[in-house]
């Protein structure tokens, strides 16, 4: 660990303020962070699953890997085709993320997967309905790019 000294010349009860008030400051959650996200339909997402398929007319398996990281605030889903390139790498590989925005009551979602680029099409939300969440990118002109549906 690296190691850096301070050298103050104020007094040591105010250097002792100061300290304390950075540490609380430190401390504290930031401001407009949500509770902790708790959601019953995303709950049962959790664990490994086996994806069966057609995805653009090609049979398909992919490992599906979910759980819920930083704080419990997202859900990440990290989805590997069983399918590989020449190299030996999966044909297809994503990591998503699935939140919730109290601001707007809707769900949101970062999908970052082998194609590269963040864009607007990288971004999608979605209210909840019932039992699965439809989630909806639009492109750069916000025209509808693709829907991707969560549900059991």
Known sequence: M???DVKSTMAPATRLGASLAILL???APAVGQQPTFRDPLLDRFEGNWLLEGTIAGRE???DVMVEWVVNHQYLRIHEISHEK???GEPAYEAIVFVGWDEATSQYVCVWLDVYGGMSQASLGHAPRS?????LLFNDNDGKT???H???L
């Open 145 to 147: 790019d693709f829907l």
């Open 85 to 87: 390139k020449a190299s």
């Open 2 to 4: 690296k190691r850096f």
């Open 60 to 62: 398909t398996k992919h």
């Open 25 to 27: 400051a430190m401390s």
């Open 130 to 134: 019932g039992d699965e969440i439809r």
């Open 149 to 151: 549906y969560l549900c």
